[in-house]
Nanobody, 122 residues
Framework: QLQASGGGLVQAGGSLRLSCVVS????????IAWFRQAPGKEREGISSMWTSEGSTRYADSVKGRFTISTDNAKNTFYLQMNNLKPEDTAVYYC?????????????????WGQGTQVTVSS
């Protein structure tokens, strides 16, 4: 199971760190990712990591502002979000699948967290 947390209300230019606690398995040899869904829009993948190699991928919309990371001791992965913009407002989801790759297509992912709301005010 995945449990996402850390969302909230923040002003534009601010920062938040989302957490995703993994239980029931360790995410070695997994691909992990963060997705988001804004009101009226489809869910989009914004960041992924292949944990075996540490390689990462970011959507253009968040590149340079968001960072995905892991803490294997806590079986938790994170999304550090800096310089937030109103267009970042969305429900954020964490996801994982056993295997390798950096895909940002939601169909690739088997495990999903419940979502955490991020609201950025202007």
């Amino acid at each position: 199971q995945l449990q996402a947390s850390g969302g909230g209300l923040v002003q534009a230019g601010g920062s938040l760190r989302l957490s995703c606690v993994v239980s029931g398995f360790t995410f070695d040899y997994h691909a992990i990712a963060w997705f988001r869904q804004a009101p009226g829009k489809e869910r989009e993948g914004i960041s992924s990591m292949w944990t075996s190699e540490g390689s990462t991928r970011y959507a253009d919309s968040v590149k340079g502002r968001f960072t995905i990371s892991t803490d294997n001791a806590k079986n938790t992965f994170y999304l550090q979000m800096n310089n937030l913009k109103p267009e970042d407002t969305a429900v954020y989801y964490c996801a994982a699948f056993r295997g390798h790759g950096l895909g940002l297509e939601e169909g690739m992912y088997d495990y999903w967290g419940q979502g955490t709301q991020v609201t950025v005010s202007s």
